[in-house]
């Protein structure tokens, strides 16, 4: 018998989507009445605008009065094939774009504006009127996959698994194949250096240098299939941090083709060794990541024994939101939300505050802020810690 009290209907605001700044020193909030943007320590309300209708994607530039809105929900504002660039010092759209089908994903710098359709890739100058620059073929891309650096454009291939790498400049393309599945998150290193990618298994995170799409590591994320929610690399680009449908954030040190490995510079720290920790691993031996011990070592054994692990790990939140039938949320699949990357609302969003510092995000009714700490315990090892949670909309 469920004895489980029935969820009743809010009445306040419902977050359709979340999403951090380039820095994620704020995060922005698509909601079923407008849009709201946040400080993201402390967890602050910055700026409310409520339209009485649906924001389904809103995309900051930096911590700029620009921020590009598309229509979502089920009483959307704008049309959802329609990208708004929102002047919020001037409180109206400065920018309109329009497409033949459904925007998925919009990304944003000071030159350009990046928008994902469901099967191709829009570059635009940053201009008014903007000037369309390239149009690239994709896969499908329901969830809006791109990764907008400061010379690479990186984006799904038009086969499934494979990614697109251009350079803005020369308009140069590399394909690279990443996974044999169709791909789940893209994250570049906020160097540019690194590329990080995972597939619809959600057991591997696979990463690649930009510079030659030659793949430097894999990381295992678990053995169980999962959906991805986030990839995200901090600030020095030292460390990766993943979180899944299993309420588990995992962090990695990150294989670089320019840093020194980590168990060369582990005495050069002894208070946050995670904030320098790196990067390739140079020998499994030494490498405090390897889950199994000597079976790793032991030759023709599966490779989930020799495989490297996460060094640490925390529980966060999904909230009691019907995800999708891959999800742990709820058995019974709910309707998509119109209008919004991937029909459902987002969990599990990572941003780095600083190289010890990470923030989780999530959209729906139980919309939640939680803060992570990572530092080095009494047993010499590198820690993930809870260090405050919050619900941001106040319900």
């Known amino acids: 018998m469920n004895t489980r009290q029935a969820i009743s209907e809010s009445t306040g605001p419902v977050s359709l989507s979340v999403a951090f700044n380039q820095d994620s020193s704020c995060f922005s909030v698509g909601l079923d009445t407008g849009f709201c943007v946040f400080n993201s320590e402390p967890c602050e309300l910055k700026v409310s605008r409520d339209f009485n209708a649906g924001v389904g994607i809103a995309e900051m530039l930096g911590r700029a009065n620009y921020i590009a809105l598309v229509g979502g929900g089920k009483q959307p504002k704008f049309p959802q094939n329609k990208v708004m660039i929102w002047d919020d010092a001037k409180q109206k759209t400065v920018i309109t774009l329009e497409f033949r089908t459904q925007v998925n994903r919009v990304r944003l710098s000071r030159t350009r504006i990046v928008v994902a359709l469901q099967n191709s890739i829009h570059l635009y100058k940053f201009s008014s009127p903007p000037e369309k620059l390239s149009v690239f073929e994709t896969t499908d891309n329901p969830t809006g996959l791109c990764c907008l650096g400061s010379k690479i454009l990186i984006f799904p291939g038009r086969t499934a698994g494979q990614v697109q790498k251009v350079e803005i400049d020369t308009g140069n393309v590399s394909i690279i194949p990443a996974h044999g599945s169709p791909l789940r998150a893209l994250e570049l290193s906020p160097d540019g250096e690194v590329l990080a990618t995972a597939s619809t298994t959600g057991t591997l995170v696979r990463v690649f240098s930009t510079g030659n799409c030659a793949r430097i590591g894999e990381l295992r994320r678990g053995v169980d299939h999962a959906s991805v929610y986030s990839i995200a690399i901090s ?160 319900t």
């Open 235 to 394: 600030p020095d680009s030292t460390l990766l941090a993943v979180t899944s449908d299993k309420s588990t954030l995992h962090v990695f040190d990150l294989p670089h083709p320019l840093h020194v490995p980590h168990t060369e510079r582990t005495n050069t720290n002894k208070v946050f060794r995670s904030t320098n920790s790196l990067s390739i691993i140079s020998d499994p031996e030494e490498s405090n990541n390897q889950k199994w011990g000597i079976l790793s070592r032991i030759p023709m054994l599966p490779r989930v024994f020799s495989d490297i692990y996460s060094f640490t790990s925390a529980h966060f939140e999904i909230g009691d939101d019907p995800q999708s039938s891959l999800g742990n949320v709820s058995t019974v699949p709910s309707p998509p939300i119109p209008g919004i990357p991937g029909g459902r609302a987002s969990k599990g969003i990572i941003g780095w505050l600083n190289n010890h510092t990470i923030l989780v995000i999530g959209a729906g009714r139980d919309g939640r802020w939680e803060k992570f700490i990572l530092g080095e315990g009494d047993d010499g090892k590198r820690h993930c810690v809870k260090n405050g949670w919050k619900r941001y909309l106040g």
